[in-house]
T-cell receptor, first 111, second 115 residues
Framework: RKEVEQDPGPFNVPEGATVAFNCTYS??????FFWYRQDCRKEPKLLMS???SGNEDGRFTAQLNRASQYISLLIRDSKLSDSATYLC????????????FGKGTMLLVSP | DVKVTQSSRYLVKRTGEKVFLECVQD?????MFWYRQDPGLGLRLIYF???????EKGDIPEGYSVSREKKERFSLILESASTNQTSMYLC??????????????FGPGTRLTVL
């Protein structure tokens, strides 16, 4: 069974903290990787894609280690508005563009 | 902006009723998906479709069927609703990209309660 495993959370951090989320995936043939964000009672939305070389978008940095089948998301200078559930997502490369979602890690940023 | 809409935000049905959940996307995406999301279980794929009149089973198709008569519309049908189908149902759509970098865009969800 193809699986995507994430830290269970919740992560409680103060504003301004740096927080890291980790994720592992079981299918070595997986082709593309994403982090989605889901606010309470809302739909998931794409936060960023994850590239082999690592990529950064403002305060967010994503890393991929294909050899270890490991993905990470680093959030620097946390804001209250970063409070959400972060979903690690993998495209298995089946040809049908189906995605496998991790169960998510909840982040709570407090004042 | 991609827009995915779902027919209802909240729905309450009785056991045994036939339930239709509708999803419409306005970006001419080939792929459409139906998921359910439950606490502790995450998002699970029920069915998906990669073209009009085409459908494929996801991980948990039992108790559900789908219909895609037009490219922009994908319906999820619960033939005889049961209490264990109480859940949040999310529709999504995506383009087909050969390099698998396509991302999925989600509708706002329908919270279905079966009594």
């Amino acid at each position: 069974r193809k699986e995507v495993e994430q830290d269970p959370g919740p992560f409680n951090v103060p504003e301004g903290a740096t927080v890291a989320f980790n994720c592992t995936y079981s299918n070595s043939a997986s082709q593309s990787f994403f982090w989605y964000r889901q606010d309470c009672r809302k739909e998931p939305k794409l936060l960023m894609s994850v590239y082999s070389s690592g990529n950064e978008d403002g305060r967010f940095t994503a890393q991929l280690n294909r050899a270890s089948q490991y993905i990470s998301l680093l959030i620097r200078d946390s804001k209250l508005s970063d409070s959400a559930t972060y979903l690690c997502v993998v495209n298995e490369g089946s040809g049908y563009s189906t995605l496998t979602f991790g169960k998510g890690t909840m982040l709570l940023v407090s004042p | 902006d991609v827009k995915v809409t779902q027919s209802s935000r909240y729905l309450v049905k009785r056991t045994g009723e036939k339930v239709f959940l509708e999803c419409v996307q306005d970006m001419d995406h080939e792929n459409m998906f139906w998921y359910r999301q439950d606490p502790g279980l995450g998002l699970r794929l029920i069915y998906f479709s990669y073209d009009v009149k085409m459908k494929e089973k996801g991980d948990i198709p039992e108790g559900y069927s789908v219909s895609r008569e037009k490219k922009e519309r994908f319906s999820l049908i619960l033939e005889s609703a049961s209490t264990n189908q109480t859940s949040m149902y999310l529709c999504a759509s995506s383009l087909i990209r050969a390099d698998s970098t396509d991302t999925q865009y989600f509708g706002p969800g329908t919270r279905l309660t079966v009594l």
